[in-house]
């Protein structure tokens, strides 16, 4: 079956960005000029796929109010002669067909997912991070898309990280080298394993390709690291049963859940905007200037 359905998990506190998420979502701070969840949608449509569901919790409101219409702020800008700007927000309303589902408590990505089940049911569907931004250019979700229909089974997309930064995340066991497209077949997978017992340096990020037994293997999932339902454990048991593979991304990928890539993905974005690009630029020589006269 074609994979026509999308989840985003957006229902984590935001803790490594307070204060400025005590009441303002993390998935909605800014990235340039939208928020992070924005782009996520957009990577989304870009792969051909029109439905998403997105995982949220308590204070989360702002993530729905940003994708539903706003008719009065649109008469406003109509009035004002700012048409581009109502054009501009009505887009966003009408990208993709969004629906929501309430998380009751944080337990677990592996839980999170779980809640997608019956929106789902029995089709293959992506999940996507929204701490886990791809440039525009990138192609990686429609590359897994790809590898998915070709294989008929999992696909998980991962990056090389370097020395022990591959403890932060799930590590694959790799079954030989990545083939000249960067797809890989997958053995195992390790979560946050430490740097010596790492099976590869390819660690996974936020992107994922799922054939529907993932929801048996949730259901039958036992709290796992910090009591949590873990998604990897339930993938893990996927890599024994059906075919599994990773498809890796070399470039063009932000984690804003960090603090330093967050201002990371702020800076690279901003310099290619077609309206900030030139004088963004101007504003960081400025300050590259009298840094180094201060250095």
Known sequence: ??????????????????????????????????PGIQYVVEEIVRS????????????????????????????????????????????????????????????????AVGMARWH??????????????THPRATLLADMIKTH?????????VKRFPGKE??????????GEPDDRGVVSVRDLVEKPAFSDAPSDMGIIGRYVLTPSVFDHIARLKPGAGGELQLTDALREMCRTEPFHAVVLDSGRFDTGNKLDWLRATVELALEHPELGRDFREVLREIAARERLTA
């Open 120 to 133: 789902v049911g029995d089709e293959p569907f992506a999940v996507l991070l929204p701490d886990d931004l």
């Open 149 to 157: 229909e070709e294989t008929g089974g999992s696909v998980v997309g």
């Open 1 to 34: 079956m074609p994979v026509r359905k999308a989840v985003i998990p957006a229902a984590g506190l935001g803790t490594r960005f307070l204060p400025a998420s005590k009441a303002v979502p993390k998935e909605m701070l800014p990235v340039v000029d939208q």
């Open 48 to 111: 051909g796929i029109e439905d998403v569901l997105i995982v949220t919790g308590r204070s989360k409101k702002a993530v729905e109010d940003h994708f539903d219409r706003n008719p009065e702020v649109e008469a406003a800008l109509e009035a004002k002669g700012k048409h581009d700007e109502a054009d501009t927000l009505r887009r966003i309303s009408e990208m993709a067909h969004v629906h929501f589902v309430r998380q009751d408590e944080p337990r677990g990505l592996g839980h």
């Open 166 to 175: 591959i403890s932060l995340y799930g590590a694959i066991d790799p079954a």
